[in-house]
Every structure is written in C-alpha cells, then in structure tokens.
C-alpha cells in the first residue's frame, strides 16, 4: 500500500537537461522523505520522450546508494532474480501520449531518505524549422526547491530560441532566458507559492509538457560538420531552395470504424491539405472500405477547379463496411506507375503516397506481411510511402514497417480534440520537398562507420544527419561533399571541419555536454539497427543486427528494446531492473565531385576592378581591357553614381548578358556628403541566359539562382557546384564565383571583404572575362564591344607632369586620344595585395575608346540588354 501523501515531504524536484549540437541529456533527480510513522512505499514516475534512451538510474536510500549498468535483457533478468529486490522493479511502461513513463517503488520505513536520479539522452528532431525540447513535469505535489534548466550550446550559433507557454496561464512568464550568439539557459524556479493550483490550495498546478524551442544559425547550404572526441556529426538543413512538384495519391480510409469523429476530422484536415496543392502538383484521391473508389482514375493538375471538387468528394464520404488496405495501396501505386509511364510525371518530382487508417484490414488480402510484400515489390523506387494511424485499434507496427520499407515514415494521430491538426502538421512535415537523391561523402580512409548517408528526400523545415568515426591522420581537418538533386538543379557541396577546434571550444563551456559526438553516432546507429532488425528478412540476418545493436547498447549505455537496466547496490546484494518494452516503436533516425582549383583560361581579358591602393580598397570601378594582337592592356574608369546598372556584356546573338550594379562607399555625414563625391564599388553582378531563363545574381551577401518563379540561394559560407540546364555556377568559399554558360561563355566574381567597422569602405566585387569566350557577331557592351579588338596605335610618348606616368598619344576607332602610361591591380592570383597590371590610362570614362558615352550602358534591370549599340 503506497504511503499517504500527507505523510512525504517532498525536499526538492530538479530537471536539467544540456543540449549540445542538438544532442540532449537530461537529468531529473528527486529527494523524498517518509514523514509517516510506518514503513511504506515511495514512487518515483518520470514520462520521457518515446525517442530517447535511459542511460542510468541511481537510487540512495538511507544511505544505500543504487547504481545502474545496462546489460543484455536475459543476462539483467537473470542476475535480479538471483538475488531479493528492495522493493518492487522498476519498470518502463508504454503510455498513451508522445512519452514513456519510467516507474519505481521502494519500500522504506519511516524517517527514511530517498534520492532518486534518472538520466536519458536523445537527438533534437528538427520538424518545422525547429528544433523542441519537451519536459514532462509532474512532480505530484508542492516542492519547496523545484528547478528546471535547460542549457543549450550550438558551437555555429543560435538563430532564434523562446520558451511555449504549454504549462498554461497559470505559469505565463515565468520561465527565464538568456542568450548569447551561441548559448542560451531557460530557468523555471517557481516558488512554492506559485505552485499552488490556488492561493490556499495544497495541490499544485505543475502538470504538464514545458516546451523550449529553438533553431539554429546556418551560414551555407553545405550543412554543419562537427568533430569531437573522435567522432563527427554532419548536419544537412539547406534552405532558400526552390520547393520540387509531387505527384501525391491520398488513399483514405471510410470503413465503419471511421464514423464519427475520426471522419470529420479527417475531413476537416484534407480541406486544408487539398489548399496547399499547386498547379506544379499533381494528385487523386483513394478511398476504401471493403470496396476500392478513385476520385479520379487519372493524376490531375493541383488547379482551383480541381481541388474544389476534390473538396466536394471528401466532404461526401459516408464510412461504412471493412477495410481493404491491400487493393487500396495497389491501386494507388498503379495510378502513379501510369502517370510516369505516359510522361505526366517531371522526372524530378516527387512521388507519394499518404495512407489514413484506422484498423487493421479485414476484406481481400489481410495477412499484413502478405500485404508488405505486396506493396514493395510494386513501389519503384522513386515512390514513397507515408502511414498516418488514427487510434489504438490500428495495427501501428505494420504502418510503421510498411511505410520505412517504402521511403516513408509513420505516425500515429491521437483520437483527440485536435486530431485534424496532427494530419495537418504531419502533411506539412512532408508537403515541401526540396530535394531528391542526397549523398553524403567523406574522403577515403578518413572515417569509418558512417550512419545512413544517402537518403532518398529531403524536406523543407527537416534535417538530415549523418555520423561517424574519424580514423587517425595527419590532416587537421575533415572534408564532407555532399551531391543532391533540386528543382532543374544538381548540387555538389563542400565543407570542412578542423578536427581540434570543437574540442577546445567545448572544454571552455560549464555546461556542454563533452561527449555528444561519441553518443550521437550510437543513438542514430541503434536507432538505424533497431529499424533494419523488424525489416530483416531472414532470422539469421535478425541475429546478427540484434548481437551488434546488444554490443552498441552496452558500451554506451542505452536502454532499448533488448537491453535492460540493472541498478544494485553498491555490495551487490539488492537489485533493481529497468526494463523496455517489448516492442519496439523507436522511430528511424531522423559522387565525390574534384574540387580542385578552378580553371582559368590563360588569357583573361576585360576586367572591372576596384584596385587596392594601399590597405583598403578605393574608388569607381577599373576596367583593364586586355589587347592581344596589339599586346597592350587598356584602363578606364566609369565615374558613375551608385545604384545605376551599368551593361557589361549584351549579346542577343548567344542569349547572354551581364550587367553590374554599383554601390557607394558609407557616408560619414551630410557636411562631407556635399563636399566629396561617393566612392563606387560593384556590389551585384548579374549573369543572364535568355534561351533557358535563368538568372544568376552574385552580390556580396549571397549566390542568388532564379528561373521563373523559382529561386535558390546560396551563401559564400561554402564550396559548392550547381548545374542548372545549360547554365553551371561554381563558387569558392569566401573568394569567387564562376558563371559558365553553355560551355562557351564564363565570368570570374571576386569577393573582396573590407573591416566591418570601416567607417567608408563596403564589401565589393571584382569582374574578370576571358578573351576567349565565344560571343556571337552581335556582343556588345561596355566590356563585349572588345570580343571585335579595335586597331590601335600609340605614338608620340613623351614626359608627363608627373615622371612615373609618361603621356602618348593613342588613335582608335577614328579619335585621338591623350592617354597616360600607369598600373592597375589585377587580383586574380593574389586577392589580398594583387598584381600590377601596366596600362595606358583613358580619362573621361573611357571617352573615345568605348563606342559612345558610358551613361549610353546604363540599363533599367539586372537582366536587361541592351536597348541598340551606342
């Protein structure tokens, strides 16, 4: 019999869980004393996530103190039955909710102290854009020291973090943060007093989830690699891509256990999701009781027309019958096989199907594993499968095999008020995907044991990961490439991670948690295993995944479906056992391109450039025009104002232009805004190619990719490849950009950084085209006019006011020009201090050597040609 509530006194409740780079382990401890005159029996019940692992459990009691160690489950069973256990197991009891509850009793006699300590880890799941932490605090009554700390630590930065008010009005406010660029501490310490459900209330209202939630900083596309304590973590979450078309058949069930609330929820949640489609998006609908309906025979378009009177079809649906899950799949796979067999299907699309039940299949085929086979061997492989299981009556296990053997994943909807909610959010996890067929590399024989790294999508809001062991070097530093398939476009990304640097980082914080690599890789590793064990098709097969996922669960400590939790005392003699269920509903886990140096062809040729004349960059953009047949180099400058666009390659013939937009140096104040005129940088330069659309805008911020509606971006934060039609854009970290177009024309963008806190100079992009490029006869511009060399002769050199600049006269195109003999900065090979480059000087913006006067190659846009040659 449990002891009267009157007769504990709860001393203190505490929660604190570190979060390093979105591995968490949590630690809750609680301290009760017998206030009773008899012996009786203490609980301690804490709900964790279903996701997470306990790693440990200690007990003290009086004195006794009680230390855990996972073992193989036979081998814990066997050593706790051997000996008589103080009080009675604990245990690890499924529970109804997204949580576990863990559960012990000890029976103590009065005065007694008990200290209670459970720690379990698990892996942040990004969803949404977010990363959440939930708590389950139920300490059961009024604690005078109740304290929760959540402490995160995110070694590249913290975007955004707040605590949800899911504890209700009662707490509002009363949860701490602070943070910093890569930490952040949330505290809840109410007093005993604000515990209370009311002012002289004995109970508390403490009962419920508290919820921090928080994403990340991400300065590239190429992911996150972290290395620490022998281990690396690579974290995949690209965002500002473009999201690519699906092809979607929803197959519905409308048996009789459907009636009622789960229909009309169901209903209310395909409304939404039916609104979502696009006219990029194709879809039907399949319902099925103990017969088989098509909305539609045939994929239709996402249109307004369409999804009005899919809407209508739902809205209809009366359940009723039994349920033929089996010829329901079937005939949805068939539907999408047909579409991609008549060319309806975008070959980079992607294909899904989303399954809603709620029981287990009664009419046609219903022996499940027949129904497994079944799905698989018609699925291609560009197809998926997605389970939604309304309800408990629904056989979960076989929707969670089907749909993980199928490139999908499951989830079970909770038969509550807000049911059409979870489909919602459940869709919305899985309705934008933004690539296909994503491969993550490492170099040969600098790591071993790699988790999964390929998957099949990735969807906006999510995150890929993948783990491994670094193997001893002489490189500093881990290189991953990571190739991928977007809309119309192939990616090949690069980053690197210096092997040290995390290490003495994470030794300089209080509470990180040092060994989040090392657990990491076991727990997605375990989980991985876990998965491929209830797939495994043969018992010998079984065999061996369950003697390595025995072998990983021991060495680092997690309680899982095979393993146990034996907590003794310290002597041996009295025994606890922490056990996991039975079955097991852990969910899964969440072409190396030659990046050499980039070819440059041996001649480059016109080249606008802000030089560097000293330690900083200085003003109005420098063109060196490169001659080869006369063997001379030509400079000028464009005096321009910032803001304008000036055209520096229009050719209408090959489909091509390039234009660039300035941007002044910051202005000090109005007084010396009227006195000096404003420096002029380039700040954008754009590359268009008519015949495909596509555009490619390089500023000094990002890489922004655009064709039609679509756009990606891409920050300067990492080495990457894109391939889009005939258009391929390479970028360098931090230093160029090379835009080639069908293979004939390319542009060089330098990226050159001044000091932030500069009070004049900005950030600026320097230009080089090569001579070779294959322009059309049509090519114009300020820079394409010169793909026709003009003759030029100098002649008359004499003595200039100034004894280094010599002055000649040059004729070219019909003028005579006075011109200077001088250097510029070319700063291609050296970015930082450049080379000098020997040239005659023009004055007045190019006067005279350019057709025309240069405001005639101001154009409106970043995409436009120009209007006629000047």
């Not at 609680?30 to 007990?59: D, L, R």
């Not at 002012?199 to 990340?216: H, L, P, Q, R």
């Not at 009419?363 to 560009?382: P, Y």
């Amino acid at each position: 019999q449990s002891m009267s509530w009157k007769e504990q006194v709860f001393l203190s409740y505490k929660v604190e869980s570190r979060i390093t780079s979105r591995f968490c382990h949590t630690t809750v401890k609680s301290s009760v004393v017998n206030s009773g005159p008899n012996a009786q029996s203490i609980g301690f019940n804490v709900q964790i996530p279903k996701q997470a692992f306990i790693t440990n459990f200690t007990m003290n009691v009086n004195g006794i103190t009680f230390v855990g160690s996972v073992k193989e489950k036979t081998v814990a069973r066997n050593l706790y039955a051997q000996a008589r256990a103080r009080g009675k197991a604990a245990g690890l009891v499924r529970y109804r909710t997204d949580m576990e509850t863990f559960k012990t009793e000890v029976h103590v006699p009065p005065g007694s102290k008990i200290e209670f300590e459970l720690h379990y880890q698990e892996m942040m799941q990004r969803k949404l854009g977010f990363y959440e932490h939930s708590l389950y605090l139920q300490p059961g009554r009024l604690v005078p020291q109740f304290q929760v700390d959540v402490y995160i630590y995110e070694p590249s930065g913290i975007a955004s973090v707040e605590t949800l008010n899911t504890l209700g009005e009662h707490f509002s406010g009363m949860a701490k943060l602070t943070s910093s660029k890569d930490k952040a501490h949330v505290v809840f310490k109410p007093s005993l007093q604000q515990q209370r459900k009311c002012e002289n209330c004995t109970t508390s209202a403490i009962d419920g989830i508290f919820t921090v939630k928080y994403d990340v900083l991400r300065d590239s596309n190429a992911g996150e690699l972290h290395v620490s304590d022998g281990h690396f973590v690579h974290f995949f979450a690209p965002a500002n891509l473009s999201p690519l078309p699906k092809n979607i058949v929803f197959v519905i069930d409308v048996s009789g256990s459907m009636w009622g609330v789960k229909m009309k929820q169901t209903v209310e949640a395909m409304q939404t999701i039916l609104d979502d489609l696009t006219m990029d998006d194709y879809f039907s609908i399949v319902d099925f009781n103990h017969n088989v309906r098509c909305w539609s025979e045939e994929l239709v378009p996402g249109s307004t027309i369409q999804v009005a009177e899919a809407k209508k079809y739902i809205q209809n649906i009366k359940p009723n019958g039994g349920t033929n899950i089996n010829e329901a799949l079937m005939r949805a796979v068939q539907m999408l096989v047909k579409a991609s067999n008549q060319g309806m299907i975008d070959p980079r699309s992607v294909s899904m199907i989303m399954l809603v039940s709620d029981g287990d299949p009664t009419v046609g085929e219903i022996k499940l594993s027949a129904i497994q086979k079944n799905v698989k061997k018609v699925m291609r492989e560009e197809f998926s499968l997605f389970s939604l299981g309304i309800g408990f009556d629904v056989d979960y296990d076989f929707l969670e095999r089907i749909a993980m053997e199928n490139r999908g994943v499951a989830q079970r909807i909770y038969t509550s008020h807000d049911a059409s909610d979870q489909i919602r959010r459940f869709y919305s996890q899985v309705s934008s995907p933004l690539l296909r067929k994503i491969t993550v590399q490492f170099p040969e024989d600098s790591v071993s044991d790699v988790t999964q790294n390929h998957f099949d999508k990735y969807f906006s809001g999510s995150e890929l990961v993948v783990a491994g062991k670094v193997l001893p070097s002489e490189s500093t530093t881990l290189n991953s490439f990571t190739t991928a398939s977007a809309d119309r476009l192939d990616l090949s990304l690069q980053t690197e991670a210096d092997y040290l640097e995390l290490d003495a980082a994470l030794a300089q914080q209080q509470h990180a948690f040092t060994g989040f690599a090392r657990q990491m890789w076991a727990y997605i590793t375990v989980n991985q295993l876990l998965v491929e064990r209830s797939l495994a098709p043969t018992a010998g097969h079984k065999r061996k995944i369950t003697q390595r996922i025995l072998t990983l669960a021991v060495e680092h400590q997690f309680v899982t479906p095979l393993t146990a939790l034996l907590v003794e005392s310290e002597e041996g003699k009295e025994r606890l056992l922490a056990d996991s269920p039975n079955d097991p509903k852990q969910g899964c886990c969440a072409g190396v391109p030659d990046w050499g140096p980039s070819p440059e062809a041996p001649d480059w040729g016109p080249s606008p450039e802000a030089p560097d004349w000293g330690p900083s960059p200085e003003n109005d953009p420098h063109f060196i025009v490169h001659l080869p047949k006369n063997n001379m180099d030509i400079c000028f400058n464009i005096d321009s104002e910032p803001g304008h666009i000036l055209n520096l390659v229009s050719d209408p013939g090959a489909g091509v232009v390039v234009n660039g937009q300035l941007v002044g140096s910051k202005r000090v104040g109005v007084e010396e805004k009227e006195k000096e005129k404003v420096n002029t940088y380039f700040g954008t330069i754009s590359v268009f190619y008519q015949p495909d659309g596509i555009r490619v805008s390089v500023s000094t911020d990002r890489i922004d990719l655009t064709h039609g509606r679509n756009n990606h971006s891409f920050t300067w934060g990492a080495t990457a490849d894109i391939t889009q039609d005939r258009v391929k854009v390479s970028i360098v970290k931090d230093s160029k950009v090379m835009v080639t177009v069908d293979d004939k024309i390319t542009v060089m963008v330098l990226l050159h950084r001044v000091w932030k806190k500069h009070p004049t100079h900005v950030d600026f992009l320097g230009l080089y085209i090569p001579n070779n490029n294959q322009y059309s006869s049509q090519a114009h511009g300020l820079i394409g006019q010169f793909g026709q060399e003009p003759e030029v002769r100098v002649f008359n050199l004499h003595q200039g006011a100034d004894p280094l600049k010599k002055k000649a006269t040059m004729q070219v195109k019909g003028n005579k020009l006075v011109v200077t003999r001088g250097w510029q900065k070319d700063y291609r090979r050296d970015k930082k201090r450049g080379s000098d480059v020997f040239c005659w000087f023009i004055h007045n913006s190019g006067k005279g050597f350019i057709d025309g006067h240069y405001t005639n190659y101001i154009v409106p846009r970043l995409d436009s040609f120009l209007a006629l040659p000047p």
